[in-house]
């Protein structure tokens, strides 16, 4: 049986006696999306998510469908919810997550509306938690788009690797140990790295240089959801009859990266792992232990960027004692430059916005992230016949990158991707269409 609550967050009208009134719109502000995913989890070894639907009734269809697919694009699970304007919807698909050192570890979550076409998706990746060496359970976390060839890690992973190939150079080691031995909490996702590592290369020891595409992400704010860089802040009453006031604020900041990983594969060993399924069954696999040597530097790759921020800042004040304002300000940056490629701040209460974007081609950096802020504020004396002060500020952003190698050892895709996007504001379609084109045309 499906399990579902709902959770209010936000008011899309606001009630005085018998009396409904709904809240102002403003023809220069951004459609607001029927639907944005603020979180994935594993709970009980189900797949979870919270969806937060548009504040306007009328932006919603009657009902709505969630599904998710594996790592191979095949649909696993579905449910369907009927949106309630302005709150949150905790939906869990049961089944969802099967097998995923079978079917890939980087799998997706779609909302799909009543004709059938997709309001916005979260890719997620499914690793392993364990509690020791032999028993495990998945977990999932919000994760990127990337193309098949490029394994998925996490940014602590990633950090150890890094420090890993630093210290040991070209000595081998045992790759998930050597992991667990500097940090014991990333035991798990080593052994579901080193399941994906080994079916991209050879199954037994290989002579020469072997490189594969990895894509590492993260996403922060102190909005306190998975959005990253994305928000939409809006500060409005929510009694009419009172007076009150508000100032809400966030920063966030949403990064990618897509690096080469080359090492020389001396020998493998396999270890059985009990991991744990919905319903307390425990299933064995066998999970394999690759010996590694390093060989940085045999491949050489070139990196191609895509970016773009979006931002409004949009607010309401009748009087002196009904103020709104607000401010957005977003920064696109490469690897770890200080000098941002795109920087844009706007102020309320003039409405205004920014939609700007920019490419990079042909840079050493396989890196780009984007940093946001924003605010809204607003003060209300409780006199509904003056006018109803509100501030907002929303932040979206897309990101790619194209990575091309030239490996003399083989071994590697000659070009990998990884691609990003947050958005609160209805554009889900032109950003990931805007993805596309820069993948297939340069553009």
């Avoid at 940014?155 to 690797?161: E, S, W």
């Avoid at 890094?162 to 500097?182: H, M, P, S, Y």
């Amino acid at each position: 049986m499906f399990r579902r609550s709902l959770r209010a967050l936000t008011l899309s009208s606001f009630a005085m006696g018998g009396l409904l009134m709904a809240a102002p719109a403003y023809a220069d502000e951004p459609r607001e999306a029927p639907a944005t995913i603020l979180d994935v989890s594993l709970v009980d070894g189900e797949l979870t998510a919270r969806i937060l639907w548009a504040q306007d009734e009328k932006s919603l269809p009657g009902e709505v469908e969630v599904v998710s697919y594996d790592g191979q694009d095949t649909l696993t699970a579905g449910e369907r919810v009927t949106p309630k304007a302005g709150e949150v919807s905790e939906v869990t698909l049961y089944g969802a997550v099967k097998e995923p050192w079978e079917t890939g570890w980087a799998q997706r979550l779609a909302v799909l509306g009543a004709k059938g076409q997709e309001l916005t998706h979260q890719p997620y990746d499914v690793s392993l938690d364990c509690e020791d060496e032999k028993t495990c359970a998945l977990k999932a976390t919000a994760g990127v788009s990337a193309s098949r060839e490029v394994l998925h890690v996490s940014r602590a992973l990633k950090d150890t690797l890094d420090t890993i190939e630093k210290d040991l150079g070209a000595k081998e080691f045992d790759l998930v140990r050597e992991v667990a031995r500097r940090d014991p909490t990333l035991y798990g996702e080593a052994l579901s790295y080193a399941q994906g590592l080994s079916r991209l290369g050879p199954v037994g020891p290989a002579e020469g240089c072997r490189c594969t595409w990895q894509a590492s992400s993260t996403r922060s704010n102190t909005s306190g959801t998975t959005l990253g860089a994305a928000h939409d802040l809006h500060a409005r009453p929510l009694a009419l009859n009172r007076r009150s006031n508000a100032r809400l604020s966030t920063q966030g900041t949403s990064r990618i990266n897509l690096s080469m990983n080359c090492t020389s594969l001396a020998s493998i060993h396999f270890q059985q792992v009990g991991i744990k399924q919905s319903g307390g069954l425990v299933k064995p696999v066998l999970m394999p232990q690759p010996v590694y040597s390093m060989c940085a530097g045999t491949c050489s790759g070139r990196f191609n960027h895509f970016g773009r921020i979006i931002g409004n800042a949009s607010a309401n004040s009748t009087t002196m004692l009904l103020n709104g304002t607000a401010m957005e300000q977003s920064k696109y940056h490469l690897g770890n430059g200080l000098n941002p490629l795109l920087n844009q701040t706007v102020h309320a209460p003039a409405n205004s916005g920014f939609d700007v974007s920019t490419i990079a081609n042909n840079t050493s950096s396989g890196s780009g992230f984007v940093q946001t802020s924003g605010e809204a504020f607003y003060t209300y004396n409780g006199d509904p016949s003056l006018g109803l002060p509100f501030g907002r500020a929303q932040g979206s952003y897309a990101m790619a990158i194209r990575g091309y190698a030239v490996c003399p050892g083989g071994g590697l895709n000659p070009s990998g991707t990884v691609s990003d996007f947050a958005t609160t504001t209805d554009n889900h379609s032109i950003l990931d269409q805007r993805i596309r084109d820069f993948f297939l045309y340069g553009l």
